[in-house]
C-alpha cells in the first residue's frame, strides 16, 4: 500500500508540474493549470517562461524597503539578491528573487500591505518601533548596442508602496 501511495503522488505531481511548464496554451491545458495552480503556488513549484522569448524581461531589477521608526532613524532593508549571494545560498533563497518578481507588479497590489508588515516585524528590534516602510522598486534597462551586445542602463528608483505601521502590525 504504501508504495503505491508514493507512486501515485509522484505520478500526479509529476503531471502537475508538467501541465503548468508546458511553454503554450490551449483550453484544456489551461482547465489543467487551473486545476493544479493552488498546490504549485502553495508548494513554490511554479513556473513562468517571461525569461523566454517571445518577450523576456529587458530589465535587471531588485525591490528593497525604506523602514522608519518613531524617532526618525531609518534603516534599509533588502530581500537577498542572488548575484550577491554565494552558489550555496543562491540555491536556497532563490525564491526571493521570484517573490520579488512577483511582489513589484502592480497586478499583485494585494501584497504590498503584508510585505511592509512583514518587513516592519523583521525590523522590529529596536527600543523604538516602526513607523512606517516603504516599497522601493529598482530597475536597469538591457539596452542592445548596434553591435549585437547589450549593456545595462544606469540604476532607477521609484518607491510604489508606503505602509504606516500600527502597534497591531508589529505583533
Same mark, same amino acid.
Given at each position: 500500500?504504501?508504495k503505491?501511495? /508514493? &507512486?501515485? %503522488?509522484?505520478?500526479v505531481?509529476?503531471?502537475?508540474?508538467?501541465?503548468?511548464?508546458?511553454? @503554450?496554451?490551449?483550453?484544456?491545458?489551461?482547465l489543467?493549470? $487551473? %486545476?493544479?495552480?493552488?498546490?504549485?503556488?502553495? &508548494?513554490?513549484? %511554479?513556473?513562468s517562461?517571461?525569461? @523566454?522569448? =517571445?518577450? =523576456?524581461?529587458?530589465?535587471?531589477t531588485?525591490?528593497?524597503? /525604506?523602514? !522608519?521608526?518613531? $524617532?526618525?532613524?531609518?534603516? +534599509?532593508?533588502? @530581500? =537577498?539578491?542572488?548575484?550577491?549571494?554565494s552558489?550555496?545560498?543562491?540555491? !536556497?533563497?532563490?525564491?526571493? #528573487?521570484? %517573490?520579488?518578481?512577483?511582489?513589484?507588479?502592480?497586478? *499583485?497590489?494585494?501584497?504590498?500591505?503584508?510585505?511592509?508588515?512583514f /518587513?516592519?516585524?523583521? *525590523? +522590529? *528590534? #529596536?527600543?523604538?518601533?516602526?513607523?512606517?516602510? !516603504?516599497?522601493?522598486?529598482?530597475?536597469?534597462a /538591457?539596452?542592445? #548596442?548596434?553591435?549585437?551586445s547589450?549593456?545595462?542602463?544606469?540604476?532607477?528608483?521609484?518607491i !510604489?508602496?508606503?505602509?504606516?505601521? &500600527?502597534?497591531?502590525?508589529?505583533?
Open positions: 500500500m504504501k503505491f501511495v /508514493i &507512486s501515485t %503522488f509522484v505520478m505531481h509529476l503531471a502537475a508540474i508538467s501541465c503548468w511548464a508546458l511553454p @503554450f496554451t490551449n483550453p484544456l491545458l489551461g489543467c493549470r $487551473d %486545476f493544479v495552480r493552488p498546490y504549485l503556488r502553495w &508548494s513554490g513549484l %511554479f513556473q517562461w517571461d525569461m @523566454f522569448s =517571445p518577450g =523576456p524581461k529587458a530589465a535587471n531588485y525591490v528593497d524597503a /525604506i523602514v !522608519f521608526y518613531q $524617532d526618525g532613524e531609518t534603516r +534599509n532593508w533588502a @530581500f =537577498p539578491r542572488m548575484e550577491l549571494l552558489l550555496k545560498d543562491r540555491y !536556497f533563497k532563490e525564491r526571493y #528573487r521570484k %517573490f520579488t518578481d512577483v511582489l513589484e507588479d502592480e497586478k *499583485n497590489a494585494a501584497l504590498w500591505p503584508d510585505a511592509a508588515r /518587513i516592519a516585524r523583521v *525590523n +522590529n *528590534n #529596536r527600543p523604538v518601533p516602526v513607523a512606517m516602510v !516603504f516599497l522601493v522598486r529598482h530597475w536597469s /538591457i539596452q542592445a #548596442r548596434a553591435d549585437g547589450y549593456m545595462a542602463a544606469p540604476w532607477d528608483s521609484h !510604489f508602496w508606503a505602509q504606516k505601521i &500600527s502597534a497591531g502590525d508589529l505583533e
